[in-house]
């Protein structure tokens, strides 16, 4: 399984972005995949999931409000819409589809201006 990531960028405190998520090469059409983040220093964070039949099933508290992650579920794009980003927003932000095993994307730099 080939996992894709795209859309990250530099913003001003306040600005918007959507990162868009791409699973290919898996047997089965419906994965469940979310989103991680992480800054530097700090732990890897989760920040969103969706099932494999396209249901929310996690949203950080930190990003409650401002993030939405949609789509997903039988073989569509997973895509992680950010609005009102704040400076500590910014991350290396990590796509995953589980399959038989978890597959990472290479992960896409997300860079909030105060």
């Known amino acids: 399984v080939h996992v894709e990531e795209s859309g990250g960028g530099l913003v001003q405190a306040g600005g918007s972005l959507r990162l868009s998520c791409v699973a290919s090469?898996?047997?089965?059409?419906?994965?469940?995949m979310g989103w991680f983040r992480q800054a530097p220093g700090k732990e890897r964070e989760r920040v969103g999931t969706?099932?494999?039949?396209?249901?929310?099933?996690y949203l950080a508290d930190s990003v409650k409000g401002r993030f939405i992650v949609s789509g997903g579920g039988a073989g569509s794009p997973l895509y992680l819409h950010m609005n009102n980003l704040k400076p500590e927003d910014s991350a290396v932000y990590y796509c995953?589809?589980?399959?038989?095993?978890?597959?990472w994307g290479q992960g896409t730099q997300v860079t909030v201006s105060s």
């Open positions: 995953y589809a589980d399959s038989d095993r978890r597959y």
């Open positions: 090469g898996a047997t089965f059409r419906s994965l469940t």
């Open positions: 969706i099932s494999w039949s396209g249901e929310l099933t």
